[in-house]
């Protein structure tokens, strides 16, 4: 595929994350961050959440798998969750996260089991979706094009 | 007593309360606060009535023992009376009867002495009666007395002879044969009847004798069945010999003394003695029979109180005979009222004690119920609350993104090369946008305005360029309406005040949007300057224009060569062109030179500033004026129609003004225009060197000999201040008539401000009929409405770029001279975008920053964005590593601090380093201190207790997170 191909997939599909809302107006600043200083920036962080993302998701699994279930717990579990999602600008898991804590507040164990299966939907698409552009970009670099940034 | 009951119940009261509450707090501490918490009464509350019955069963038992007691003491008391006076009774009837014995055993002795030892006998009839008779007061119970001779048998005929008359027998009758007879022979007259009468012929009295003659004793009958009941006989022997052995008595018996006693009146007259005989009721009876009683005295129809009877023995010295005293009180026992009324009354107030007791059982109850329900309701009210911050941080936030987007685009925009209009256009936006960001905020604040939990800030500010903004906001709007607005700041007022920017800019705004909102044509107006140096200006005229009446009004309008902005006649003549270059002559003295002013305003402690806002627009009806002030209220319904908008903003204008302890009133003349002027007192703020040199920019413009010349009369005042306010040192030149004025100094100006009205093509052709080519001055082209092909003309003639629209702007003005002084643009974005990634670059680069936060992620993307910046960036993933990295002494020059870690949060490290700090200065003696090390809070709220919070434990500002370089700007600039 030639470059300018690849460039114009790499940016309709990052316009179609933020029009599904999967990514909003934090990630283009993530990615504004990303300089000569610091090439990898973007894949770096996003990299950290994806792990972090799994750990959480454990956790938050786990705790919710307890009896009785500890909602402080899940809840400490879910405000991490909403903080690094906020980071990244991952729109979506981040309002999931905001509905499961107040599922955690009202202490409904059913909510928070559906916003945790809800979570890890929604986590799955975005780590399929962010994978694909990575690997666009990957190729990109590769066929020695740029980057296109959003605007 | 009832008065002591009374207090005693009260404290009673008192001390159960005092008592409970202790009690009920205690519980709810033990409870937590989740669970419904009941205090022991409160858990017994169905057992209160209960209690109450209880009680009042207990306390009826109670007072029926208490009266029966007394009941019972009362009838002892009575019985024993009864008894004693009975006893009394008996006692000395027994007295009186033997003291009428003895007389009458004297009486025996009389007759056994004058009658048998005396021969002739010294007794016959007559002395007897007459003795008996005188001494019948001895005998008060013995109605009379009589001697019976005994005669035998066989000496009664000789003694019938003897006396003359034959031996009656009771009857009357001559006595028949008998062994032996006793015929009276002497008898008191009251007796008389009896003379010759053998008592041995009666029965009883017979058995009398023989029983007399027997003992030698007196003898009683019982009662006489003739003659009533009452009657008494008793018989006493008389004997012939003065010595008797008892077995000799028999035969000695010469005769018998007799006498009748009458127990009614014994009894009656004994009793008449006594005191309280009315209510005893005595009888006397002859036992003797024990079967059959006979009455002696009293009735036995008589009912007295037959439950309480005594019997008293009645001793008559006759043992054959037994008597007995019965008494009962006349009247049945009374009820015991004494008794029965205390009872009563001390039932009376037990009850009530008990009835006050669950009264008050009942009150906690209900209290307490209250109570809990006031907690509960006071929970939801929280939650409510809670919800409703958290749901406009969350709007405001989502509003704020799509915002912050506009304004990152027209930050990028005006790094670009832009022609001076386009900036200003740019500028202006931009401005918009943050001026809408603050209304967000407001429309946050709006809410706490009507909780009454409004917070002003006191922070420095610059009042000059607020009225900037405010005025860009409207420039747009007034342009297209082809109206003059215009600020001018008196030099008086200081440049940086404290107080609540955003509030005095909402408020301005408002005033200002209502005027351009409601003004066709004119101008608007908006002016500040000290109170003091206003007053002497305005006395003359004060009081006459504040009615506004109606003639008036048609005499000032008529003259219609009103000197103000526009040349439009304005509602407060006071305003006008004269009074206005009076009091700018009055501040010329201070333009001498800044030096002075700053240092004058430094002394200041608080300033008065009046700022007046003054248009030409429809004016207020002077039938709405009063309620102008109220929410929702429009002058008139029709303009709501017309012009829009809610009304409110006045009233919150108002609202604001009185809470920042200000006053706002107004003038206006319908159709002319209104007048509004607020009276505000602000503290002066101790001007920083640094902070000044930010304000007063255009450092780069003082060393310019520059010469304004404005043209059109009206405009020149508000710009050379403007002029002179933003770079100080220029020199401004005011010249009012432009043809007067061609001199050759002219040329050495480099900068010329033209109104529109000026005719450049003249202006052009005397330019080259000079022909000097010396330096043409920069030129500046003032309009107010241009249309596109004014524009293009004007270019054409040189104004290139250098066309300010109005109004004027300091900043633009600035903009503008800077451009036409070809000073680095570069320069200039520094300056007039002080927000730009550039300055945050050269703010930040080089610095040691520390950055606190668990989530790896987001501790990642902080780093990344202050490393952007140029920032030397450590990073801590816990509060505890935080602490450990910061200990004294350290190279850090900021800490940025995540707030909601587990183990220790951002507020508890935060406070661990300032106590770290304080201490290790503490410990410093030698004066130097270690530097107070700017902490930042990373916070996701917006929500502004969340920043008390921060400003509470000692952080020094927040940013929002994730990171927008305004954001971090602003929190970042105060330090570095």
Not at chain 1, 2 to 13: A, P, S, T
Not at chain 1, 61 to 86: I, M
Not at chain 2, 244 to 263: C, M, P
Not at chain 2, 474 to 502: C, N, Q, T, W, Y
Request: neutral net charge.
């Amino acid at each position: 595929m030639d470059v300018l191909q690849l460039q114009r997939k790499l940016r309709e599909h990052q316009a179609a994350m933020l029009r599904e809302g999967f990514l909003d107006d934090q990630f283009s600043q993530l990615q504004k961050l990303q300089d000569e200083s610091s090439p990898d920036f973007v894949i770096e962080v996003v990299k950290m959440f994806f792990d972090d993302s799994e750990k959480l998701l454990n956790n938050m699994t786990r705790a919710l798998g307890q009896v009785p279930v500890d909602f402080k717990q899940v809840d400490a579990h879910v405000h991490q969750y909403k903080g690094s999602s906020a980071s990244v600008g991952a729109a979506r898991v981040k309002n999931v996260c905001a509905t499961f804590r107040n599922f955690c507040e009202t202490q409904n164990l059913e909510g928070c089991v559906r916003c945790l299966q809800q979570l890890q939907n929604e986590y799955s698409l975005l780590k399929n979706n962010l994978q694909y552009l990575f690997r666009l970009q990957e190729q990109i670099q590769a066929a020695g094009g740029s980057i296109p940034t959003i605007e | 007593m009832g008065l002591g009951l009374k207090m005693k119940i009260q404290e009673m009261q008192m001390v159960m309360q005092k008592h409970h509450v202790p009690v009920a707090l205690r519980m709810h501490e033990q409870n937590g606060s989740q669970k419904r918490k009941y205090t022991l009464i409160q858990k017994n509350r169905a057992l209160i009535p209960l209690f109450l019955l209880l009680w009042i069963l207990v306390m009826f038992y109670f007072c029926c023992n208490i009266f029966n007691k007394m009941d019972a003491d009362a009838k002892v008391r009575r019985k024993e009376g009864l008894e004693s006076q009975c006893d009394q009774r008996a006692r000395m009837l027994q007295d009186q009867f033997s003291v009428s014995v003895n007389h009458v055993h004297a009486l025996a002795i009389l007759v056994s002495t004058f009658h048998y030892y005396r021969h002739p006998s010294a007794v016959d009839q007559e002395t007897f009666a007459e003795y008996t008779a005188r001494t019948a007061f001895e005998r008060p119970l013995l109605s009379g007395v009589a001697y019976a001779q005994r005669v035998v048998h066989s000496e009664r005929e000789r003694f019938e002879k003897q006396h003359g008359w034959i031996i009656k027998t009771m009857e009357r009758e001559p006595s028949q044969l008998r062994d032996e007879y006793a015929p009276v022979i002497f008898a008191q007259e009251t007796l008389s009847y009896l003379e010759s009468l053998d008592m041995m012929s009666g029965k009883e009295d017979r058995e009398n004798i023989l029983r007399a003659r027997a003992t030698g004793k007196a003898v009683l009958t019982a009662p006489l069945a003739f003659r009533s009941h009452h009657l008494g006989v008793f018989t006493f022997p008389v004997t012939n010999l003065s010595f008797l052995q008892s077995h000799e008595t028999r035969k000695a018996t010469a005769g018998y003394i007799g006498g009748s006693f009458d127990v009614e009146s014994l009894v009656e007259n004994l009793l008449g003695q006594l005191a309280g005989n009315q209510a005893i009721l005595v009888n006397v009876y002859d036992v003797t029979n024990s079967s059959t009683h006979l009455i002696m005295y009293g009735s036995q129809n008589e009912k007295g109180d037959m439950s309480l009877v005594h019997e008293s023995n009645l001793d008559f010295g006759d043992p054959y005979r037994n008597h007995t005293m019965i008494c009962r009180y006349h009247q049945k026992a009374p009820t015991n009222w004494m008794a029965l009324t205390t009872v009563f009354l001390s039932f009376v107030i037990l009850l009530l004690i008990g009835y006050i007791l669950y009264g008050a059982g009942i009150h906690i109850v209900k209290v307490e119920d209250d109570y809990q329900e006031m907690e509960e309701l006071k929970v939801l009210a929280e939650a409510a609350d809670v919800a409703k911050s958290q749901f406009l941080a969350t709007v405001s936030h989502e509003i704020r993104t799509p915002m912050n987007g506009i304004l990152g685009m027209l930050g990028l925009l005006l790094d670009t090369e832009l022609t001076s209009t386009q900036r200003d256009y740019a500028q202006t936006a931009q401005a918009c946008g943050k001026a809408l960001i603050t209304l967000i905020n407001e429309v946050l604040d709006r809410a706490k305005i009507e909780a009454g939990k409004l917070e002003l800030e006191a922070v420095p500010f610059d009042l000059r360029s607020i009225l900037d903004d405010v005025l860009s906001l409207f420039s747009e709007k007034s342009r297209h309406k082809g109206l003059e607005l215009a600020v001018f700041v008196s030099d008086k007022v200081p440049d940086i005040v404290m107080g609540d920017p955003g509030r005095f800019r909402q408020i301005i705004t408002n005033l200002v949007g209502n005027s351009v909102k409601f003004t066709e044509r004119g101008h608007i107006f908006v002016k500040v300057h000290l109170a003091e140096s206003r007053k002497p200006t305005m006395n003359g005229t004060c009081e006459t224009y504040q009615n506004g009446e109606t003639d008036e009004v048609g005499h000032i309008s008529g003259g219609c060569n009103s000197k103000t902005l526009s040349g439009c006649e304005a509602a407060d003549e006071r305003n006008n062109w004269d009074n206005f270059k009076h009091l700018i002559a009055d501040e010329e003295f201070l333009f001498d030179g800044l030096v002075k002013k700053v240092a004058s305003s430094e002394c200041y402690e608080q300033v008065t500033l009046m700022v007046c806002v003054e248009d030409t627009g429809i004016g207020i009806p002077f039938s709405a004026q009063d309620r102008i002030f109220m929410p929702f209220v429009q002058a008139d319904s029709s303009t709501s129609r017309h012009y829009g908008g809610t009304g409110i903003g006045l009233s919150i204008s108002k609202c604001l003004v009185e809470l920042m302890g200000g006053q706002i009133n107004f003038i206006s003349r319908p159709q002319v225009g209104v007048h509004f002027h607020l009276l505000q007192t602000l503290d002066v703020h101790k001007i920083k060197n640094d902070v000044r040199a930010d304000v007063r920019s255009s450092s780069s413009l003082r060393s310019q000999p520059c010469v304004m010349k404005p043209v059109e009369l009206l405009h020149e005042i508000p710009l050379t201040r403007l002029v002179s306010a933003k770079c100080n040192t220029l020199k401004a030149v005011v010249c009012g008539d432009v043809y007067s004025d061609y001199s050759a100094d002219m040329f050495r100006e480099r900068i010329m401000v033209f109104g529109r009205g000026w005719s450049f093509n003249i202006w052009q052709l005397d330019w080259k009929k000079n022909g000097h080519m010396l330096k043409i001055p920069q030129m500046i082209l003032l309009a107010t409405n241009i249309s596109n092909a004014e524009f293009d003309r004007a270019k054409a003639k040189g104004f290139s770029d250098t066309v300010i629209m109005k109004p004027l702007r300091a900043s633009m003005v600035a903009a503008c001279l800077q451009q036409v002084l070809g000073m680095g643009k570069k320069r200039q974005l520094g300056k007039d975008m002080p927000n730009g990634s550039t300055f945050l670059k050269g703010l930040l680069c080089g610095k040691k920053m520390l950055v606190v936060d668990d989530n790896i992620v987001n501790r990642r993307v902080a780093a990344g964005a202050l490393k952007k910046f140029g920032a030397d960036v450590k990073c801590a993933e816990s509060g505890k590593v935080a602490l450990e990295m910061l200990q004294l002494p350290h190279n850090f020059d900021a800490c940025f601090m995540d707030i909601q870690m587990p183990e220790m949060d951002g507020f508890e490290a935060t406070r661990r380093i300032r106590m770290m700090e304080s201490k290790a200065n503490e410990q410093l003696t030698n004066g130097d201190e270690h530097p107070h090390l700017p902490i930042l809070a990373m916070t996701a709220d917006v929500i502004h207790a969340t920043y008390e919070e921060c400003l509470k434990c000692g952080m020094d500002g927040y940013v929002s997170k994730p990171f927008e370089e305004e954001n971090l700007y602003q929190a970042v600039a105060k330090f570095f």
